[in-house]
């Protein structure tokens, strides 16, 4: 397995270009499902989560073609089962699920793999499909949905944990050609159910209020071909701002959208950091230890979830007391031993952690356990003394576009270790 090498104590300075959303383009590339005619999605960033969604769309008969952040689908004719083998690295692959269901009213995905952030349940989506008439069942690890027909109606999609994100998007996607019209309510609100509607609108779907709680779908026949770019990826964009904050003297991001990160610029101007928007770029500025913060996730437009190890690597060396509450997934905290191991001082205290900042962070293997968990170590690796050995980057490769690359372009000493197979 490859392994990153952080070289502590190097200034960032510069600009670096942000790449398209992952969390956009998987449900968008999914989407191209819906219809036979040719798609052409654009900004469509490369790695390793999309080349398995890209796979699954294969596998499922769909003619794919890519040249660089270009990618053109045709699935004239899909078959309906995506089995474990290759489904099972990403749990996003169960966002083919509503756009099978509303094309032939049928559809088999082997139960999602992917992050390890607690359990992640599809009950939600489920409750969706079975609202627009759908059978559900659970088979040999597989989750099957059918229908004769699929029928409009109004369904609420909040759960527990607040509204789920791709369950809103494969209902909508499912609901596009479903008879009459669908309500869903309690609907995730984030940027990137909004993208996947403005992609859905252009391929002939009748929707309003994406991003609002209440989403209406006027189901229609059929759906045609479109082409759409995706948005900046405002979790990459977050990453980059809180690594100039640590690291930083000035960094400017480039292709952003400074409307879907108002969260974080918000944080990061409460800790002290002045943060310059001009058109599509943001210019962070480095400012020494960052104020003590109490933040708590939740959704859009909220702290995201997705920034909440980040968070916690910047206020390790904050000067003085902070917490951060997690309410999206409670149990998403294994970066803060890791980051124990770098010594920060953080202490658990059910789903909150209370960090109290520390001058100093030291270089140590450390192992990453999740995509934003794996950021949040490279990023503590940046303000580390000596070498920080990030172990399992697989996991950062799922999310981040040569996150190496990009950091190293800005001044970063950052060697990755290619892991050769021994006989
Ligand atoms: C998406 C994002 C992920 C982000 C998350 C929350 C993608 C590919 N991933 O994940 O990066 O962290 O949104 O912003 O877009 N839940 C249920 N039942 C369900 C579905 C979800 O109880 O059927 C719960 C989850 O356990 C969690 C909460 O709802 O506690 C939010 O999850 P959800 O929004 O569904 O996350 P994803 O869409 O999987």
């Known amino acids: 397995m490859d392994k990153i090498i952080v070289h502590g104590g190097r200034p960032l300075s510069g600009s670096v270009k942000i790449s398209g959303s992952k969390n956009s383009a998987l449900p968008i590339l999914a989407a191209t ?8 999605i654009h900004s469509v960033p490369d790695l390793s989560d999309i080349h398995y969604m890209l796979q699954i769309l294969s596998h499922l008969g769909a003619h794919v073609e890519r040249a660089s952040g270009t990618v053109t689908i045709q699935a004239e004719k899909v078959a309906t089962v995506a089995p474990y083998e290759i489904v099972r690295k990403m749990r ?3 966002c083919v699920l509503g756009p099978l269901l509303g094309r032939h009213k049928e559809a088999r995905v082997s139960l999602p793999g992917g992050c390890v952030i607690g359990d992640r349940p599809i009950d939600l989506h489920l409750k969706g499909f079975r609202a627009l008439n759908a059978a559900c069942r659970v088979e ?7 229908a004769d027909e699929l029928r409009g109606a109004v369904v609420n999609l909040e ?3 607040g509204p789920t994100v791709l369950g809103t998007g494969n209902v909508l996607m499912a609901a596009t050609l479903a008879e009459g019209v669908t309500v869903i309510d309690g609907a995730a609100a984030e940027p990137e159910v909004v993208d996947l509607a403005d992609f859905l609108t252009k391929m002939g779907a009748k929707i309003e209020g994406a991003g609002t709680r209440q989403i209406t779908v006027e189901g229609v026949k059929e759906l045609h071909g479109a082409e759409h770019s995706v948005i900046p990826d405002r979790i990459e964009a977050g990453t980059f701002l809180v690594a100039a904050a640590l690291a ?3 960094v400017t991001l480039r292709r952003v959208n400074s409307g879907h990160l108002g969260a974080v610029t918000n944080a990061l101007n409460d800790a002290g950091f002045r943060t310059d928007i001009v058109r599509d770029s943001i210019t962070v500025f480095g400012n020494g230890a960052p104020n003590p913060l109490h933040l708590v996730t939740e959704p859009y437009p909220g702290f995201p979830t997705d920034m909440q190890a980040q968070m916690c690597a910047l ?4 000067s003085g007391k902070s917490s951060v509450t997690e309410t999206v997934f409670p149990q998403r905290f294994m970066h803060v031993s890791e980051l124990k191991r770098m010594g920060a001082d953080i202490h658990l205290d ?3 952690a209370r960090i109290c900042g520390v001058p100093r962070l030291s270089g140590a293997p450390v192992m990453a356990s999740d995509l934003r968990a794996s950021a949040a170590l490279v990023l503590a690796g940046l303000v580390a003394d000596g070498t920080t050995e990030v172990n399992r980057v697989y ?4 999310g981040y576009e040569s996150i190496d690359d990009k950091l190293m372009g800005l001044g970063a000493e950052i060697q990755r270790v290619k892991h050769r197979a021994t006989a």
Do not use: K, Y
């Open 33 to 40: 499902l819906l219809t036979r005619e040719p798609c052409i």
């Open 92 to 94: 996003a692959s169960v």
């Open 140 to 146: 040999s690890g597989d989750v099957r949905v059918f």
């Open 159 to 161: 759960g527990r944990q």
């Open 248 to 250: 930083g003297t000035e």
């Open 315 to 318: 206020l390790s060396r904050a």
């Open 350 to 352: 059910g789903a909150t």
């Open 395 to 398: 996991h950062i490769d799922r």
